[in-house]
């Protein structure tokens, strides 16, 4: 039903920043509670942030608060990571979600489609 696919990941120094976008088509993006996740290899996937249908509720992972926005577009069928002062720990390949339930949270078991990921690398 639902389409997704991350763009914006690249190379960038600590310190730097990108804008990580997450295009929908098959549905419309307004149905649909929307997040951002992140997973190295070998690792769970992590969450990042969430926000909800409208925009008007964001939650974010503590390591990324004050660092990373989150947002949306609904117009566009597109939603947002700004990306802030990276840090090398912020290497991971990054995934966009979209969950059918208003108010998801960081389970990755709460979230219904998955894009195929956009890497993200920060060196030092």
């Known amino acids: 039903q639902v389409q997704l696919v991350e763009s914006g990941g690249g190379l960038v120094q600590a310190g730097g920043s990108l804008r990580l976008s997450c295009a929908a088509s098959?549905?419309?993006?307004?149905?649909?509670?929307m997040g951002w996740f992140r997973q190295a290899p070998g690792k769970e996937r992590e969450f990042v942030a969430r926000?909800?249908?409208?925009?008007?509720?964001?939650i974010y992972a503590y390591s990324v608060k004050g660092r990373f926005t989150i947002s949306r577009d609904n117009a566009k069928n597109t939603v947002y990571l700004q990306m802030n002062s990276l840090k090398p720990e912020d290497t991971h390949v990054y995934y966009c979600?979209?969950?059918?339930?208003?108010?998801?949270?960081?389970?990755?078991?709460?979230?219904?489609?998955w894009g195929q990921g956009t890497q993200v690398t920060v060196s030092s």
């Open positions: 926000i909800s249908r409208n925009g008007g509720s964001t």
């Open positions: 979600a979209a969950a059918a339930r208003a108010l998801p949270g960081g389970n990755p078991v709460q979230y219904d489609y």
């Open positions: 098959g549905g419309t993006t307004s149905s649909y509670a």
